[in-house]
């Protein structure tokens, strides 16, 4: 898994410092990236999943896509089924308290989704959507079995490590499509 995270971190580097780069040469303005997207990254937007002139599979299947480029994971053969469930619904299901869940993966084939976003025409939700995606395939990797067998501060660490995982590429798919947006961050070091 730190292979495929600091795959991750080195793409979105390497990457992010070109495909931003205005099409004549010279300096980028932040703030003003727009007005400067190369042939290049107009691309890579259609690549990378950022296209936003998809239907619902087009783009879970340009996800998984971009996220074996990013991570190595394999596509899966059968992928995710994207449920959308109202914001109270998804955080009894996600959360043992009150908490401010827009996504969840539970094991099996669905990913929920909070019913308020909109993936096919908002990268940042988009970017929740792969998130997501990026625990179905940890759990595919994992031959789908969950963790069983680990002690609780086991189980903490492996969803912490995950967890870093998701938003590094999360946040590396935000980078690559050109979004100024940030993901939220799990802590640096688990509470276990």
């Not at 495929?4 to 004549?24: F, N, Q, V, W």
């Not at 599979?57 to 053969?77: C, D, F, G, K, N």
């Not at 995982?165 to 070091?189: I, N």
């Amino acid at each position: 898994m730190t292979n495929r995270l600091a795959t991750a971190c080195l793409a979105a580097c390497l990457l992010a410092g070109t495909a931003g780069a205005p099409a004549g040469g010279g300096t980028l303005v932040v703030g003003m990236y727009e007005k400067y997207r190369s042939e290049q990254q107009r691309f890579m937007d259609d690549e990378l999943a950022a296209s936003l002139q998809l239907n619902e599979q087009e783009m879970i299947r340009a996800l998984l896509r971009t996220l074996h480029r990013l991570s190595r994971y394999p596509v899966p053969a059968r992928p995710p089924r994207v449920v959308y469930l109202s914001a109270t619904r998804l955080q009894e299901m996600a959360c043992e308290q009150p908490c401010n869940v827009r996504g969840h993966y539970a094991g099996g084939r669905e990913i929920y989704l909070d019913e308020r976003l909109q993936p096919l025409s908002d990268l940042f939700d988009r970017s929740i959507l792969l998130h997501e995606m990026v625990h179905y395939l940890q759990q595919q990797d994992a031959g789908g079995k969950p963790a069983a067998g680990l002690d609780e501060r086991e189980k903490c660490r492996l969803w912490h490590m995950r967890e870093q995982e998701a938003y590094a590429l999360q946040e590396a798919f935000l980078s690559l499509v050109g979004s100024p947006a940030k993901p939220g961050y799990s802590p640096l070091r688990p509470a276990c």
